[in-house]
């Protein structure tokens, strides 16, 4: 199983960018999906979640207003919608999924995360 992410870039000050993030390579349930991003010197933080189904999704403080996370179950697909974007949100952008895979001793949990895509927001 693999994660593909892709849409970063390099964009102005109040510009909007969508991230996208792809799930394959074998047969799983995806339990929860969410992005997380990294600044420079500092640590991985979580940007927003997206629960199985799409109920329920939750967003860090800093983000809330501004960015949209969303699933395309029918393809395994998870978006981030990022408009008015501010220097600060300047990071390598993770998708993280959580998938229930099943091996012959019944399904369980197991975490992947993607290679990280680039943001960055130019004053």
């Known amino acids: 199983v693999q994660l593909v992410e892709s849409g970063g870039g390099l964009v102005q000050v109040g510009d909007s960018l969508r991230l996208s993030c792809a799930a394959s390579?074998?047969?799983?349930?995806?339990?929860?999906m969410g992005w997380y991003r990294q600044a420079p010197g500092k640590q991985r933080e979580l940007v927003a979640v997206i629960t199985s189904g799409g109920g329920t999704t939750n967003y860090a403080d800093s983000v809330k207003g501004r960015f949209t996370i969303s699933r395309d179950n029918n393809k395994n697909t998870m978006h981030l919608q990022m408009n008015s974007l501010k220097p600060e949100d300047t990071a390598v952008y993770y998708c993280?999924?959580?998938?229930?895979?099943?091996?012959?001793?019944?399904?369980?949990?197991?975490?992947?995360w993607g290679q990280g895509t680039q943001v960055t927001v130019s004053s």
């Open positions: 390579g074998g047969t799983f349930e995806i339990r929860a």
């Open positions: 993280h999924a959580r998938l229930r895979l099943r091996s012959m001793w019944g399904p369980y949990d197991r975490d992947y």
